[in-house]
C-alpha cells in the first residue's frame, strides 16, 4: 500500500510539473506578442514617410494592431482590434472639410477612399482663375481688315493715352496707325475723356484716309445711380468721323455712349473688323444720313444698334445713300442706364426715319433676350431695304419673337448659334 500510494504521489508530482511547462512558455509568448504590437506602433510613429499612405514609413496596415496602448489594461488574448474611421482633410478652394474615409468630393468631382488607419495629407486646389470680363482683345493687323494700300503719309499714335486725339487738319490718305494705342478712359487729372477720338476736315482735306487700331474705354461705372442714360453716355463715344470716305479698321470700343459715328462730313464712311462692347447708346449712329458700310464686325453689346434718325427737320431726305450691313454680329445688351422705361433694358435694333438711306442687309447674326423698352426689335415701318438675304435672328426672349420679319431672315432660339459665331469672329 505504501509503495502503491508513493507511486501515485510521484505519478501526480510529474504531471502537475508537466503542466506547468507546457502552460509557462504560452502565457510568455502572448505577453511578448502584446508586447510587440506596442513597440510596431511606437515604431512606426517615428518612422520617416515617403509621401504616401499613412506617412510613416508604409501605405499599408500592419497586420496587427493595438488601440488601448493608452488605457491601463491590455486583454492579452485580443488578437485584432477594430479602429474608427480614418479621416482625411481635402482643401477645394477656401473651404476645408472633414470627410469620411470613403468619400465622394462634390466639389472637385472626383471620388477618393483613404486606406484604413490612414490619414490622408490635405490636398489643397488653388481657386479657379479670374478672368475680368472686360479685358479687351488685341487689335490685330488682320490681312482681311487692313487700310487701303494707297495712303501717302502715316501719324503715328502709341501707347496709353491720356489726353483726347483730335485733328482737324490732314492731308488725303492718311493712316492714322493706332495699334498700340490705348485709352482707359480718363486724363492725367483724372477726369473722364467724353469724346476719346474726333478726325474733322476743317480744312476740306483727309479724304480716303484710314484709322486702324485703338483700344478705347470708358472710365464710367454703370452700377452707380449718378452715372445715367443723359449723363455721361449720351454725350461720350468712341469715335467720330467728319471727314468724307474714312475707313476704320480693327478698332475695339468699351463701355462708350456711341461706339461710332459720323458728322456732317462723314459720308462715305468704311467700318471693319470693328469690335464694340457695352455700348450705352447707339453703337453706330449715322443721323446725318450718309452712305455708310459695314463688314466684318462685331457689335456685343448695343442699347441701339444703328441709329439714322435726325435731330431736326433741317436734314433732308436721303433715301438715294445706302446704309450696308453684311457678315457681321450685333447684340442688343440690357443696361442699367435706359433711355426710358424699366432697368435693365434697351431700346431698338434699327432706330430710323422716313428720311434716312436704303438698307442693304447680308449674313448678319442678330441677338435679342428680351423685348424693347421702346423702338423695335424687328424691322421699322420706316425701313426701306435694297437687297436682304441670310439674316438669323437669335431670340433668347419669352414666348415667340413678338414681331415680324422678312423672309430674308430665319428665327432660331439656339443660343449657340451666337456663341458659334462669335467665337469663330474672335479665331478669325
Not at 500592419?62 to 489594461?73: A, D, F, I, L
Not at 479698321?249 to 473688323?273: C, F, H, K, L, P
Not at 430674308?408 to 469663330?424: G, H, K, L, N
Request: net charge negative.
Amino acid at each position: 500500500m505504501g509503495t502503491r500510494r508513493t507511486a501515485i504521489l510521484l505519478t501526480i508530482a510529474t504531471m502537475a510539473l508537466a503542466l506547468t511547462v507546457f502552460v509557462w512558455p504560452r502565457t510568455q509568448t502572448e505577453q511578448v506578442t502584446t508586447s510587440g504590437e506596442v513597440s510596431l506602433e511606437e515604431g512606426a510613429a517615428s518612422a520617416p514617410g515617403n509621401g504616401r499612405g499613412n506617412g510613416r514609413g508604409s501605405d499599408k496596415k500592419p497586420k496587427r494592431t493595438t488601440t488601448t496602448v493608452e488605457t491601463s489594461t491590455t486583454v492579452a488574448t485580443t488578437a485584432t482590434t477594430s479602429e474608427p474611421p480614418a479621416t482625411t482633410t481635402s482643401t477645394v478652394g477656401p473651404t476645408t472639410t472633414t470627410e469620411p474615409a470613403t468619400t465622394t468630393s462634390t466639389q472637385a468631382t472626383t471620388t477618393s477612399t483613404a486606406p484604413p488607419s490612414t490619414t490622408m495629407p490635405p490636398t489643397t486646389t488653388p481657386p479657379p482663375t479670374t478672368t475680368p470680363t472686360t479685358s479687351p482683345p488685341t487689335t490685330r493687323p488682320d490681312t482681311n481688315a487692313s487700310c487701303p494700300n494707297d495712303l501717302n503719309s502715316t501719324i503715328s499714335i502709341t501707347g496709353e493715352r491720356f489726353e483726347k486725339y483730335r485733328d482737324t487738319n490732314f492731308p488725303d490718305k492718311t493712316l492714322f496707325d493706332a495699334t498700340t494705342a490705348v485709352w482707359n478712359g480718363r486724363d492725367e487729372s483724372g477726369a473722364a475723356i467724353p469724346w476719346v477720338v474726333t478726325l474733322r476736315s476743317s480744312e476740306g482735306t483727309g479724304r480716303g484716309s484710314c484709322w486702324n487700331g485703338g483700344v478705347v474705354r470708358g472710365p464710367w461705372d454703370d452700377t452707380d445711380p449718378d452715372i445715367t442714360w443723359e449723363e455721361p453716355f449720351h454725350h461720350a463715344g468712341g469715335i467720330t468721323i467728319d471727314v468724307p470716305s474714312l475707313t476704320v479698321v480693327n478698332m475695339y470700343i468699351e463701355n462708350q455712349g456711341d461706339g461710332i459715328r459720323t458728322g456732317d462730313a462723314g459720308s462715305n464712311t468704311v467700318i471693319r473688323r470693328a469690335h464694340l462692347t457695352d455700348i450705352h447708346d447707339d453703337c453706330v449712329e449715322n443721323d446725318d444720313l450718309h452712305n455708310i458700310t459695314i463688314t466684318d464686325s462685331l457689335f456685343d453689346g448695343c442699347y441701339v444698334g444703328f441709329s439714322a434718325r435726325p435731330y431736326n427737320d433741317a436734314v433732308g431726305s436721303s433715301n438715294e445713300n445706302l446704309w450696308t450691313v453684311r457678315d457681321s454680329l450685333v447684340r442688343l445688351e440690357p443696361q442699367p442706364t435706359v433711355y426710358k422705361g424699366p432697368a435693365p433694358g434697351h431700346g431698338g435694333i434699327f432706330k430710323w426715319d422716313e428720311r434716312a438711306p436704303r438698307v442693304s442687309l447680308h449674313n448678319t447674326i442678330f441677338r435679342v433676350d428680351q423685348r424693347p423698352n421702346h423702338g423695335e426689335i424687328g424691322i421699322p415701318s420706316e425701313l426701306a431695304f435694297e437687297s436682304c438675304s441670310n439674316n438669323t435672328m437669335v431670340w433668347l426672349g419669352e414666348g415667340s419673337f413678338p414681331e415680324s420679319l422678312p423672309s430674308c431672315f430665319t428665327i432660331t432660339t439656339d443660343r449657340s448659334v451666337w456663341d458659334d459665331a462669335v467665337a469663330d469672329w474672335k479665331n478669325g
